[in-house]
């Protein structure tokens, strides 16, 4: 069974910094692309950023280039995103997703990614 769970989301004012981690499980975590995607409140789910299996290569949305960092240890089954000079505007539910393969869909649907956790608040305010 299919297990994400994220966790290390918080409060930061703007300008700071947090670092969300995804413990996965019940899936051969090496051999899957793996997203972070984040809901505001009244907007649609929006993908933030991927990783390919290996780690070799990194997307992210335009919104968060040069802010946010995607890593992943296959060792640990971890996902991580680090945060970096916070906005207002990150505030959101933040969710890892799962892909169906080792592919970088940068719309977060069932056809391309089959599970993702419950997410994590992040809530950036002064």
């Known amino acids: 069974q299919v297990h994400l769970v994220e966790s290390g989301g918080g409060l930061a004012q703007p300008g700071g910094s947090l670092r969300l981690s995804c413990a996965a499980s019940?899936?051969?975590?090496?051999?899957?692309?793996m997203s972070w995607a984040r809901q505001a409140p009244g907007k649609g789910l929006e993908w933030v950023s991927g990783?390919?299996?290996?780690?070799?290569?990194?997307y992210y949305a335009d919104s968060v280039k040069g802010r946010f960092t995607i890593s992943r240890d296959n060792a640990k089954n971890t996902l991580v995103l680090q945060m970096n000079s916070l906005k207002p505007e990150d505030t959101a539910l933040y969710y890892c997703?799962?892909?169906?393969?080792?592919?970088?869909?940068?719309?977060?649907?069932?056809?391309?990614?089959?599970?993702r956790g419950q997410g994590t608040q992040v809530t950036v305010s002064s």
């Open positions: 019940g899936f051969t975590f090496s051999s899957y692309a």
């Open positions: 997703a799962k892909s169906r393969g080792d592919r970088i869909a940068t719309t977060i649907t069932p056809l391309e990614y089959d599970y």
């Open positions: 990783i390919y299996s290996d780690g070799s290569d990194t």
